[in-house]
Structures are given as C-alpha cells and as structure tokens.
C-alpha cells in the first residue's frame, strides 16, 4: 500500500518555473514506477511523464519534452517534476501516481495509486 500526496503547486506566469513534489509513503517505494498526469480545466486526464522504480528510465509526453524534468529519491521516498517555461496550457490540475513494477505506462488505467492533485495556474 502507498499513499501519496502532492506539493508546490501554484501560480506563475508564463515562462516562469514551479517545482512539484510527491511524497510517497510505505517502505517499498523503490519498487514502484512513479507518473505524473493532469487535469486542464474541461478536459480529461492526460499522462505528463513517468519514472521507473529506480530512476533509471523516463517517458515524457511530447508538449512538456524538453520543459519538464521528473527525478525520484528512494532515500526520502520522494518524486519530484521540475517545470520550466510554463505555459498557460499547462494550467491544471497535477496528479501523482504509483504502480507496482519495473515498467512504466502512460495510461492513467495502469496506476493504483494516486494522491489528491495540486492545482497548477500559468497565467499569461
């Protein structure tokens, strides 16, 4: 069992940086692929990037490429998304999920577990 919850949402103005965290409970952590979706306001939910359980590989959707960077510490059982040069589309609400394994997927159906969302605002 793991329980998330998400941190560092805010509001920025286009161009501008946030940082996002997910902080995971439970001891096996490490053996967990880890990805962070979003909610923009009126749509579905849509897959932003993924992080196997050890870091070692990563999967961006193509509109944060190149803009966001997600990296994991098992030591303090936490998953971090670094956004830079924000956009107003990037405006939603940001979700962390686990799923038990090696693989990491890009479909929200894939995930067990997930934490409350942090609400993300790019004005422009």
């Known amino acids: 069992q793991v329980q998330l919850v998400e941190s560092g949402g805010g509001l920025v103005q286009a161009g501008g940086s946030l940082r996002l965290s997910c902080a995971a409970s439970?001891?096996?952590?490490?053996?967990?692929?880890v990805a962070w979706f979003r909610r923009p306001p009126g749509k579905e939910r849509e897959f932003v990037v993924a992080?196997?359980?050890?870091?070692?590989?990563?999967y961006y959707a193509d509109s944060v490429k190149g803009r966001f960077t997600i990296s994991r510490d098992n030591a303090k059982n936490t998953v971090s998304l670094q956004m830079n040069s924000l956009k107003p589309e990037d405006t939603a609400v940001y979700y962390c999920?686990?799923?038990?394994?090696?693989?990491?997927?890009?479909?929200?159906?894939?995930?067990?577990?997930w934490g409350q969302g942090t609400q993300v605002t790019v004005s422009s």
């Open positions: 439970g001891r096996t952590f490490s053996s967990y692929a």
């Open positions: 999920a686990a799923t038990r394994g090696p693989f990491i997927r890009n479909d929200d159906g894939s995930y067990d577990y």
């Open positions: 992080i196997t359980w050890s870091g070692g590989s990563t």
